[in-house]
């Protein structure tokens, strides 16, 4: 990508707010779950407490913390007369925490331009869609700067007499192989087909070839 179609942006650059977003989410859960899972809480009372610079506030906050924090975190608490805690912040289905995280994974694929089966963010794959999900990954995300590099590649690597008999290609049949029952169908459709040897089916399948298969 670039802003003025000269000099391209640096990745980090392009998914900056992404990048911020996953590490606000990854601290937060961190700290989240870092407490027990337990959500912050205040403590709510009617009662006055007296003492210099609210010093009886903070002598019931820190007592509270000393039997529920630390070690003691999610044994049952107990309150003295008049003080009920009150949970402060959304719950986490709320926040839909873990959909926000697959999200920042699915933005995160979409600025680096790689579907996400591929980062192993299967939750839209399935076995009838991957090879289609694969394909594309190849006709939309590698083809294009694969084209680039090969142009790149065949100018200066080749002089003019060379490019008429030469060039220089990416192979990603390898990258399209199907099931075994798929290949063999398509094998059978193109030797029918006189298009393809046996031979070359055997080379395809990294078999070494034999006597008298090299006829259609």
């Known amino acids: ?28 859960a961190q700290t989240y779950f870092g ?9 709510k009372t ?27 975190k999610g044994k049952t608490a107990s309150l003295p007369p008049g003080v009920e805690p009150v949970v402060v912040g959304a719950p986490n289905d709320s926040n839909q925490l873990i959909e926000s995280r697959k999200y920042s994974i699915k933005d995160a694929c979409r600025w680096m331009n790689v579907p996400p089966h591929l ?8 076995y ?4 289609e999900m694969q394909s594309a990954y190849i006709k939309l995300c590698l083809t294009p700067p694969a084209t680039s590099f090969e142009q790149e590649l065949t100018y200066k690597l080749l002089s003019e007499l060379e490019r008429e008999d030469c060039f220089i290609q990416h192979i990603f049949e390898g990258l399209l192989r199907g099931d075994f029952i798929t290949r063999m169908q398509g094998y059978k459709v193109a030797t ?11 080379g395809l399948e990294d078999m070494n070839p034999l006597d008298g298969l090299d006829e259609p």
């Open 1 to 28: 990508l670039t802003s003025d179609g000269v000099i391209g942006c640096m990745i980090s650059e392009i998914g900056r707010e992404n990048i911020a977003l996953s590490q606000a989410l990854e601290t937060y």
């Open 35 to 43: 407490n027990g899972g337990m959500p912050r809480v205040f403590l």
């Open 46 to 72: 009617q009662i006055a407490l007296g003492g210099k610079d609210n010093q009886g506030a903070r002598a019931l906050a820190k007592s509270f913390d000393e039997q529920h924090g630390g070690e003691n």
């Open 119 to 126: 980062v192993f963010e299967m939750d839209d794959t399935k």
């Open 128 to 131: 009838n869609n991957l090879f």
């Open 192 to 202: 029918d087909g006189g298009w393809l040897t046996r031979n070359e089916v055997r």
